[in-house]
């Protein structure tokens, strides 16, 4: 704590946060595996047996209809052949984008481990048993306000939005196999995916795989 710029001894916010210190972390060596679902999956665990919190939370990006881009964290559900997947409610933000544009970007980064993973595609709709399965592993009450479903509206009424939560809650309580229609996961197929190791001498290692029918081609890229 000691090293860390405190605030007050800089006249101005950039002043400090041009001293705060970036990332040191060591740089191990690593082959890629032949798909980046496996390196992918060999960072996560890495990730999680360092007891990172939350290795699985990435940043979602999309556009809306104007081209402006949003960004928001979530939690990634599985990776399979497919690509990397995610759920959430289709008429939030981000499903009414990925909606019209079914294209997406997922950013991870473990900054104890100096890595991040960038993964870039279209973006596909899982069937009825997916998100089914997806929904009900959820805790009671997180399926009851995930189905209350008025996601990043504005919160006029919070008595409101309170009897809502409660009648869902009795409803899911009465009935555990209950799926909102619009609870959807999602799937970005993968396109390309960029993983990123730091290195203290900044010689960060990159490599990026892309898809090539049904093979994945890698290149190092500078850093
Ligand atoms: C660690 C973390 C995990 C989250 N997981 C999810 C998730 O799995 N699905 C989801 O819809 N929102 C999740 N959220 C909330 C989103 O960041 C966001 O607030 C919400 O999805 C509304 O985004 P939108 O208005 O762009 O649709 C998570 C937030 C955090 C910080």
């Known amino acids: ?9 800089f006249p101005d916010t950039r ?12 740089a191990p060596r690593f082959e ?3 798909s980046p679902q496996e390196t992918f999956v060999g960072w996560l665990t890495q990730a999680a047996e360092a007891g990172i919190a939350e290795p699985h939370a990435a940043t979602l990006s999309t556009v809306d209809p104007a081209g402006m881009p949003d960004a928001r964290t979530l939690l990634i559900k599985d990776v399979t052949d ?19 544009t079914p294209a997406a970007a997922l950013t991870v980064y473990w900054r104890e481990l100096g890595r991040q993973v ?10 009825p048993e997916v998100r089914a399965r997806d929904f009900r592993e959820r805790s009671v009450f997180a399926r009851a306000v995930a189905s209350t479903g008025r996601q990043s509206d504005v919160l006029a009424d919070p008595g409101e939005y309170e009897r809502l939560l409660r009648e869902r809650l009795t409803a899911l309580e009465a009935d555990p196999a209950l799926v909102p229609e619009h609870w959807t996961a999602w799937c970005v197929a993968a396109e390309t995916v960029e993983f990123w190791q730091s290195d203290p001498g900044r010689r960060h290692l990159r490599y990026r ?13 500078h850093p």
Do not use: N
Request: net charge positive; glycine share 14%; charged share 30%.
């Open 1 to 9: 704590m000691s090293e860390i710029a405190r605030r007050g001894e």
């Open 209 to 221: 795989y892309r898809r090539s029918g049904d093979r994945w081609l890698t290149d190092e890229l």
């Open 82 to 100: 497919e690509g990397w997947w995610f759920s959430g409610d289709d008429r939030s933000p981000k499903g009414r984008q990925l909606a019209a």
């Open 15 to 26: 002043g400090w946060i041009r001293a705060l210190p970036a990332s040191s972390a060591p």
């Open 118 to 127: 960038r993964v870039r595609g279209p973006v596909l709709v899982g069937g």
């Open 32 to 34: 890629p595996a032949p």
